[in-house]
């Protein structure tokens, strides 16, 4: 998803907020399926209780751009669309490769 442009070009960051603190998303990695557009997000805390942390997102948006709140969902066959989404989100990545 592309950020938002404020007036004059500059983007804004977007900004999420959980009950245990808020913040931006620092990085993100998407892609378009023929049903959603799944999303992976390195999400950092600028305020509450987690303030200064980072964390992992995973979700999804419609074909519209709004933002769902179900269990994300892959189809086994766009897992390299993700992988080539990724190349984008270098710190998102590297964190994600502790995962194998």
């Known amino acids: 998803m592309a950020k938002k442009a404020k007036p004059g070009g500059v983007p804004t960051p977007k900004t999420f907020s959980l009950h245990w603190g808020s913040g931006v998303v620092e990085e993100e990695a998407s892609f378009a399926s023929p049903y959603h557009q799944p999303t992976v997000q390195l999400l950092k805390f600028t305020a509450g209780e987690a303030k200064g942390s980072y964390a992992v997102r995973f979700c999804h948006y419609d074909h519209r751009g709004r933002f769902q709140r179900s269990p994300l969902i892959i189809d086994a066959a766009d897992l390299r669309a993700l992988r080539k989404a990724?190349?984008?989100?270098?710190r998102l990545r590297r964190l994600l490769a502790?995962?194998?």
């Open 86 to 90: 990724l190349q984008g989100a270098p």
């Open 98 to 100: 502790q995962l194998g």
